[in-house]
């Protein structure tokens, strides 16, 4: 069986699917962080519902990328893992 990260080479080498994966990239980024964030804090995503009084389903529906935040919901994520959001733009990497 073929392991992810071979998987995912092979397919990056199609210019279609690359494009298509680099363009949600921002997503994944903030998906990841988002969860990450939580399980540094050991919480659960109900927890951090209680916290920060957003639906436990819809910090479900964030964390598997079929709902896009707004700055204030993320603002109001990260101050219920009394964490404060960081946004950045850094230079694009020169292939």
């Known amino acids: 069986m073929e392991r992810l ?3 995912m080479q092979e397919q990056l080498k199609n210019p279609e699917f690359r494009k298509e994966y680099e363009a ?8 990841k962080a988002l969860i990450d964030a939580r399980i540094s ?3 659960t995503q109900k ?5 920060t009084g957003i639906h436990q389903s819809d ?4 964390e598997n990328g079929t709902r896009n935040p707004s700055i204030n919901l993320l603002k109001r994520l ?9 946004i950045e733009f850094v ?3 020169k292939v």
């Open 59 to 62: 910090i479900s529906k964030l």
């Open 91 to 93: 230079p694009k990497q």
């Open 47 to 51: 927890e951090l519902a209680k916290r």
């Open 41 to 43: 804090q050991n919480l």
């Open 24 to 31: 949600i990239q921002p997503e994944m980024a903030v998906i």
């Open 78 to 86: 990260a101050d219920g893992m009394d964490m404060v959001l960081k």
């Open 5 to 7: 990260e071979d998987f």
